[in-house]
């Protein structure tokens, strides 16, 4: 029996080149984008976290906790994964950002075997050359190893992988299913694609 798993989407930044609007609220056929990744990723998890610096009565009303960072600034995803991984209430932790509402249907599926298969404390997922660091799934004791990181000035996400037992999970099957979000453009040219199916058949 798999361990049980904790989703953190990460709805945190400040959403610079989105002209710093919230992105995780910015409506995408018809819904909030947020909205969208919840449909895809809360059946793969059993408890969902979204971490989130802003508008927090907002996010509340998806029916999920709530967790800001728990450092002041916007330091980046990596604040929002440690705020995860210790409110987590299962062994595993995986995470998502909240622009992304393509993700795979089976992506915990796939980054679990693969972190089981290879003794791994990480997995990423990754298509063709590109990792795509912010599709990730670790184990919940990695919490004070991550804030040790960002403790001594660690912001870089690539970095703190380096320093573990990382598994890349090749996704080259559904690239576009990594597409994110971060200007008004991509929201636009997004949203106009025949690839995403309406928000109630995902």
């Given at each position: 029996?798999?361990?049980?798993?904790?989703?953190?989407?990460l709805?945190?930044?400040?959403?610079?080149?989105?002209?710093?609007?919230?992105?995780?609220?910015?409506?995408?056929?018809?819904?909030?984008?947020?909205?969208?990744?919840?449909?895809?990723?809360?059946?793969?998890?059993?408890?969902?976290?979204?971490?989130?610096?802003?508008?927090?009565?907002?996010?509340?009303?998806?029916?999920?906790?709530?967790?800001?960072?728990?450092?002041?600034?916007?330091?980046?995803?990596?604040?929002?994964?440690?705020?995860?991984?210790?409110?987590?209430?299962?062994p595993?932790?995986?995470?998502?950002?909240?622009?992304?509402?393509?993700?795979?249907?089976?992506?915990?599926?796939?980054?679990?075997?693969?972190?089981?298969?290879?003794?791994?404390?990480?997995?990423?997922a990754?298509?063709?050359?590109?990792?795509?660091?912010?599709?990730?799934?670790?184990?919940?004791?990695?919490?004070?190893?991550?804030?040790?990181?960002?403790?001594?000035?660690?912001?870089?996400?690539?970095?703190?992988?380096?320093?573990?037992?990382?598994?890349?999970?090749?996704?080259?099957?559904e690239?576009?299913?990594?597409?994110?979000?971060?200007?008004?453009?991509?929201?636009?040219?997004?949203?106009?694609?025949?690839?995403?199916s309406?928000?109630?058949?995902?």
């Amino acid at each position: 029996m798999k361990p049980a798993v904790t989703g953190i989407i990460l709805a945190g930044g400040q959403g610079r080149r989105m002209g710093h609007t919230d992105k995780g609220l910015q409506p995408f056929r018809g819904e909030p984008l947020i909205a969208h990744v919840l449909a895809r990723f809360a059946p793969q998890v059993d408890e969902v976290l979204i971490n989130a610096n802003r508008n927090i009565d907002a996010y509340v009303r998806f029916g999920h906790r709530v967790v800001p960072d728990a450092m002041k600034g916007y330091a980046g995803p990596l604040a929002g994964f440690e705020r995860g991984l210790t409110e987590a209430s299962h062994p595993l932790v995986a995470t998502v950002p909240c622009d992304s509402p393509l993700l795979p249907a089976d992506l915990i599926e796939r980054l679990a075997t693969a972190l089981f298969n290879h003794d791994a404390e990480l997995a990423v997922a990754k298509t063709f050359d590109q990792p795509h660091p912010v599709f990730c799934l670790c184990y919940k004791t990695l919490a004070s190893h991550l804030r040790k990181f960002l403790d001594n000035g660690g912001r870089k996400i690539d970095k703190w992988y380096g320093a573990l037992r990382t598994v890349e999970v090749s996704f080259d099957d559904e690239e576009i299913a990594f597409s994110n979000i971060n200007t008004l453009d991509e929201l636009v040219a997004l949203e106009a694609a025949k690839t995403l199916s309406p928000i109630s058949n995902c």
